[in-house]
């Protein structure tokens, strides 16, 4: 809900649980007064104290008076070079050379509904879901307007910041910086959380009190990084997985990012994210405009794990587009890890029909089908089928997929290009490069420049001659290197800032086109692994491929970490065989598969070299996961244990929302002789409810469950694990 009271200028946005304040105050600077948990309307200005700070600059409309810097009133959306010194939200270079922007209130507008910013990822939400608020900030001096969007879906603790950047002026004006937002507070005493990694190892938790000065994380990669997550938190010192104040912050973009969060001298904090200032600058020609890609707020006054659970509904609710929404996805089987490169079309048929026979759902067909991909340096920018390798083409090989009962899928890496390929000998002056260098090469491929339409038309025209000549329903789309030698041949020198951000937007138009001509199509975003998975993506690909290592007792890790904003039917997650090709751990097969269970579930293995038993514990696995998918993708995720801080076993569970069914998965550790004996204590059961466990067909009643525990069996070896039902009787 949006209160206004236009007479004292305060915007008041209330969800469910939290309230978020802005005034514009006596020289109509917008303030930010409150964020945190709800509080009924009520001028919150009076928190913020003046007084004369010396060093710390007074406006010219102050007059005399030395009690008014911006340098330490609390900010909706920061300036630079007019008195406030700390981090910026925004740098506009004007026609004169100075870098200065100074904001002013000037007016509002209200609507119902929730609309994407153009050309970019964000959640949207009908009219009674959603409500957006624009605040108009004018420079006057500069002639332009910031326009700042708050979308504010209620029953979710969801505001989405936007912001949009109009030069009414008759010259032109550039923009060095534009985040998407900033968030004061009064206090400091606040921990950072950020999910940091690398390839093979992605968004692990990382917690550390603010210190004085400004600390940050984030990418000049070109994408939004495996080294760096584009979801932070700040949290009270004291805040844990049940209780505290804490605050997500999540950019929906997938491209250069920078989130920073500065203690400042008197003791105040201030977070801004958003489009990283390293080489970006956009010119504004008069009549100009330019978005920042969404933001999204969550702040809980309960803990991390409900910041979670309200992440991922809204995510799944309000951002994701599935052509399956509301229906289970099928369970797929990726050739990748079984074959490589080194396959024939009979080899995959044989693969597919190892898998139906087990009750897997859909076969995709990974890296190698196309041109003379026989290995990672030749091929990329041909999507054409190698005939050498299917003869008769897709048209030939999906059939024979099909008849097994299962869907087809197929793989491909549309932003790339190897310089062994009919593309790249046919243009190449289509990759970013610098001219006088000779560009990087990373997996032995360049870039194409997807900031130029026409590039992406050519990539578009080969995709679609692929996905219109067979009976496709699933696209991975991969990207495999970090971007370099950032440079377009389309634009002029002063307009090079743009690159990186346009190269962005480029994918985001593919992959809308994608939409747009195959909607029946399920896309899985893939960036070596966990490169790009950020909500902008998931705008698009409504799953991701979590990580390149299928590890089991890793992916613990990997997932836990993405858990704190993203939720698990987003997380694609498969089976692998073991000794595990990443690094060579044994897990037993049950393991890997409740492990897996808890994402969008497949398998990435030859299942023709299983055992019987084996064979008949996936028919099990895949038996288990159709039961339960319902309650894993649509349940709400609690986190029971870490597997940072616990290494004796890592616990989650999900739970209906009508709390009548829970799911709890536990993976134990290296194991001990002669462990003690562990309980677990479950959370977000009914504490009324008696509920029947199938693992040891007791009865618990859910008061029980939360606060004495389940009694954890005992189990004799390495990295093993089980999963227990829990259902409601009346
Ligand atoms: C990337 C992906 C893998 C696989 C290979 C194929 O590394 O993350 O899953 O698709 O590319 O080359």
């Excluded at 009690?67 to 981090?87: H, I």
């Excluded at 922007?101 to 990822?121: I, M, S, V």
């Excluded at 897997?360 to 890296?367: K, N, P, Q």
């Excluded at 026409?454 to 995709?463: A, F, G, K, L």
Aim: charged residues 20%; glycine residues 8%.
């Amino acid at each position: 809900m949006i209160v206004l009271d236009r007479e004292h200028k305060i915007f008041t946005l209330h969800t469910q649980n939290t309230t978020y304040q802005m005034k514009a105050d006596q020289y109509n600077v917008l303030l930010h007064t409150y964020y945190g948990s709800r509080i009924d309307h009520f001028d919150l200005s009076g928190l913020i104290q003046c007084g004369n700070r010396s060093f710390s600059p007074n406006p010219n409309e102050a007059g005399r008076s030395r009690d008014y810097s911006l340098d330490v009133m609390p900010q909706e959306y920061s300036t630079c070079g007019v008195g406030d010194f700390r981090l910026p939200s925004i740098e506009l270079e004007l026609p004169g050379g100075s870098h200065t922007a100074d904001l002013r209130y000037a007016g509002f507008h209200l609507e119902k509904g929730k609309t994407t910013p153009e050309g970019l990822p964000g959640f949207h939400g009908g009219e009674d879901e959603a409500e957006t608020l624009v605040i108009f900030l004018k420079d006057s001096a500069a002639q332009v307007t910031v326009e700042l969007y708050y979308g504010v879906f209620e029953s979710f603790d969801l505001i989405t910041r936007a912001v949009r950047v109009v030069n009414h002026g008759a010259e032109t004006v550039r923009l060095c910086r534009c985040a998407s937002l900033c968030l004061d507070f009064l206090q400091s005493d606040l921990d950072m959380i950020t999910f940091n990694g690398h390839h093979l190892t992605e968004r692990c938790p990382d917690r550390g009190s603010l210190r004085p000065g400004i600390q940050s994380v984030g990418s000049v990669r070109g994408i939004s990084s495996h080294q760096h997550n584009p979801f932070v938190m700040l949290c009270g010192r004291d805040a844990d997985e049940d209780t505290g104040i804490c605050y997500g912050a999540m950019l929906l973009y997938s491209g250069n990012f920078e989130a920073a969060a500065e203690c400042s001298q008197y003791e105040n904090s201030r977070l801004v994210m958003g489009i990283h200032p390293y080489h970006f600058c956009w010119t504004l020609e008069p009549g100009g405009t330019f978005t920042a890609p969404e933001a999204a707020l969550v702040c809980s006054p309960n803990g991390f794990g409900e910041m979670s659970r309200q992440y991922h509904r809204a995510i799944r609710k309000h951002l994701l587009r599935d052509p399956y929404s509301g229906r289970r996805k099928p369970i797929l089987v990726n050739n990748w890890e079984a074959t490589y490169f080194d396959f024939t079309a009979d080899r995959l048929v044989e693969i597919a029909r190892e898998a139906a026979a087990l009750g897997i759902e859909l076969f995709v067909m990974d890296d190698g089908w196309f041109g003379s991909r026989n290995d990672d340096n030749r091929g990329l920018g041909d999507w054409q089928v190698n005939l050498e390798k299917l003869p008769g083409g897709l048209e030939a090989l999906v059939p024979r997929i099909q008849e097994l009962g299962m869907k087809f899928g197929i793989w491909m890496e549309p932003e790339m290009v190897n310089e062994d390929s009919s593309l790249y000998r046919a243009h190449p002056d289509w990759v970013l490069h610098v001219p006088g260098r000779s560009p990087s090469r990373g997996r032995g491929q360049l870039v194409l420049d997807f900031s130029r339409r026409d590039v992406r038309d050519s990539i578009y025209d080969q995709m679609k001659k692929i996905l219109s000549s067979a009976d496709i329903s699933y696209l991975k789309w991969d990207m495999n290197r970090s971007l370099t030698d950032v440079w377009s041949a389309s634009l002029p020198a002063h307009r090079q800032g743009e690159v990186f951000h346009r190269y962005v937007l480029g994918v985001y138009d593919l992959l809308e086109r994608l939409h747009r001509d195959y909607p029946h199509i399920l896309i899985e975003g893939c960036c070596g692994g966990g490169g790009r998975f950020d909500g902008g993506m998931l705008y698009y690909t409504p799953q991701i491929w979590c990580s390149d290592d299928t590890d089991a007792i890793d992916r613990l890790r990997i997932q836990y970490g993405t858990s704190f904003c993203y939720p698990v039917c987003t997380m694609g997650a498969h089976v692998s065989a073991v000794p595990n090709e990443q690094n060579g751990r044994i897990t037993p097969l049950e393991t890997r598969g409740i492990t897996a269970m808890s994402g969008a579930f497949g398998y990435e293995m030859d299942l023709g070299k299983c055992t019987a038993e084996e064979k008949r514990k996936i028919r099990c696995q895949v038996e288990r996961y159709k039961a339960y998918s319902d309650l894993i993708h649509n349940g709400d995720y609690y986190r029971l244990s870490s597997p940072f801080s616990d290494s004796t076993y890592t616990a989650w569970e999900q739970v209906s929302p009508d709390r009548r069914q829970a799911l709890v998965s536990v993976v134990q550790g290296c194991t001990n002789a002669a462990p003690p004996f562990y309980t677990l204590r479950l959370k977000g059961l009914n504490p009324a409810f008696q509920y029947q466990t199938d693992l040891d067909d007791a009865l618990y009643s859910g008061a029980s469950l939360m606060n004495a525990g389940y009694p954890l069996p005992q189990m004799q070896g390495d990295y093993l694990a089980f999963q227990i039902f829990l259902k409601a009787v009346e």
